[in-house]
């Protein structure tokens, strides 16, 4: 069975900053992409940066500049680091892995974390 376990969400002041960790555990082969995504009160998720697995990384508009992404592919896990963090970053985050192959399954799959919330004030 696959877990993504999230951890580093919390409430920072406008301008400060936050480290999201996301590791995947579960007899896991490899792994195609993984990616955060955000979901704020009232709005639909969104993604916010991915990473694949040989290190090309995308980021939305609104991130650039501020989020870096990064992962350790021999951990499975996936970094978000949050710089110059703005109210407007309030909402909560998941984490996802794109293509995930498991050791004696067949085929690939996507999952999604339990979400971690960030709260910046102003």
């Given at each position: 069975?696959?877990q ?6 919390g409430?920072v002041?406008?301008?400060g900053s ?11 082969f490899?792994?195609d992409?993984?990616g ?10 969104e993604?916010?940066?991915i990473?694949?697995?040989g290190?090309?990384t995308?980021?939305a ?6 989020f870096t992404?990064s992962?350790?592919n021999?951990k499975n896990?996936v970094?978000?680091?949050m710089?110059s ?7 909560v ?7 995930l192959v ?6 690939a ?12 004030s102003?």
């Open positions: 069975q696959v993504l376990v999230e951890s580093g969400g409430l002041q406008a301008g936050l480290r999201l960790s996301c590791a995947a555990s579960g007899s896991i490899s792994i992409a993984m955060w995504y955000r979901q704020a009160p009232g709005k639909q998720r993604l916010v940066a990473i694949t697995r290190g090309s995308n980021y508009d609104s991130v650039k500049g501020r992404i992962r350790d021999a896990t970094y978000l680091q710089n963090l703005k109210p407007e970053d309030t909402a985050y998941y984490c996802n892995t794109e293509g498991q050791f004696g399954v067949r085929g799959k996507n999952y999604w974390g339990q979400g971690t919330q960030v709260t910046v102003s």
